[in-house]
């Protein structure tokens, strides 16, 4: 009995020098829950929707906080209950132009370029604006976006037509 | 007595593998290599070099300030780990390192920068430092003219983001939309070294 003990301080001893875990604990008890706000998204498949057109919803629909005279990007979820789509044009009172955009990776290099053909939208089906992907693209803002604000875009599909779409600034 | 003392070992071996040495969640370099003490200018006019941040963790990431997408988001991870890190930010650089020098003036960086942290460090410079810095650290950046786009051209670059630790010595490789978290636990343990 005493050597079983002995072996738990030495199991007590050997569990106390060892403080890993216990940083990350207290790295998640700093965390604020503001931050949640700003966290490199995953796009939120139950954000509620918040515009439709024909069987068109779109959904977590934001655009990133930017300087007057500088670029942002925005962002949102297409669900698609009926036959496939294509998103083929944007309009916008806030920026000079706006325009869809895509990130295409390869070899570690990420390039951004201008989407001619459109944005493709299957049927029954679900397409992601998100950062470093498929993005609407403002060049040259009007003005400041800043955090909580709100501004609206008009979105033009091939087959459902045009909806214009509020983006929260984020 | 035999089958109870059994299974206190067992629960004893299961709280012990949780406490070996760290394991780093993002891309660790074996073995680490020296990393390349640029000289550049920052948002405020004012001569920065890698070795005079010895001491700290630096991050070290490249970008230009008319990039909406993939810079913003990095800058935005950048601004979230300072503030997870909490005082321990004390001890981590953020080093934002542009692409692009024709357009982003140290006015322009700064002016970038302040709209997501005032703390990360926006750097500019002579094409030459620019170039050895681009190459040290594997940024290949290459512009890229886009007739068809209101922005006149892109800048094609890398996304990877590079720890150097306290001794400037390169450490690790952050990929693009890497869990902020993840990242936030390999700095501490860096700066816990």
Not at chain 1, 92 to 100: F, G, N, R, V, Y
Not at chain 2, 21 to 43: C, E, G, M, V, W
Not at chain 2, 52 to 59: H, S, T, W
């Amino acid at each position: 009995m005493s050597r079983l003990l002995l072996l738990l301080c030495v199991c007590a001893s050997l569990l106390a020098s060892c403080s890993t875990t216990d940083t990350q604990g207290g790295m998640h008890d700093s965390m604020q829950s503001g931050d949640m706000a700003t966290m490199m998204p995953m796009p939120n498949m139950n954000a509620p929707v918040v515009a439709t057109v024909g069987d068109i919803r779109l959904s977590d629909a934001w655009v990133r906080t930017a300087n007057q005279g500088d670029n942002s990007a925005g962002y949102f979820i297409i669900n698609n209950s009926g036959n496939a789509d294509t998103l083929i044009g944007v309009a916008s009172d806030i920026a000079t132009s706006t325009e869809l955009h895509t990130v295409e990776k390869s070899d570690g290099m990420m390039r951004m370029r201008p989407v001619n053909d459109g944005i493709g939208i299957p049927s029954q089906g679900v397409q992601l604006l998100q950062p470093g992907a498929y993005h609407i693209m403002f060049i040259g803002l009007k003005r400041d976006l800043n955090t909580g604000e709100r501004i609206e875009v008009t979105l033009t599909f091939a087959q459902a037509g045009d909806v214009t779409v509020p983006l929260s600034v984020r | 007595m035999r089958l109870q003392f059994v299974r206190f070992m067992m629960v004893i071996l299961v709280l012990l593998s949780g406490c070996g040495p760290y394991t780093f969640k993002n891309t660790q370099l074996t073995p680490p290599d020296s990393a390349f003490d640029f000289r550049l200018i920052d948002q405020n006019e004012v001569p920065q070099s890698l070795s005079a941040l010895r001491g700290n963790v630096v991050l070290i990431f490249f970008g230009y300030t008319n990039c909406p997408d993939i810079c913003p988001a990095t800058l935005s991870d950048m601004q979230l780990i300072y503030n997870r890190l909490g005082d321990d930010s004390a001890h981590v650089r953020m080093v934002f390192i542009t692409v692009d020098p024709e357009r982003d003036t140290p006015a322009k960086l700064n002016r970038y920068v302040q709209r997501f942290d005032s703390r990360i460090m926006a750097l500019t410079g002579d094409p030459q430092a620019l170039q050895a810095t681009y190459a040290a650290y594997g940024a290949g950046a290459t512009r890229r003219e886009l007739p068809d786009s209101a922005l006149k051209y892109a800048m094609d670059h890398t996304a990877t983001v590079t720890v150097v630790d306290k001794q400037g010595m390169r450490r690790l490789l952050i990929a693009f939309a890497s869990d902020v978290d993840d990242t936030v636990a390999d700095i501490q343990a860096l700066i816990n070294e």
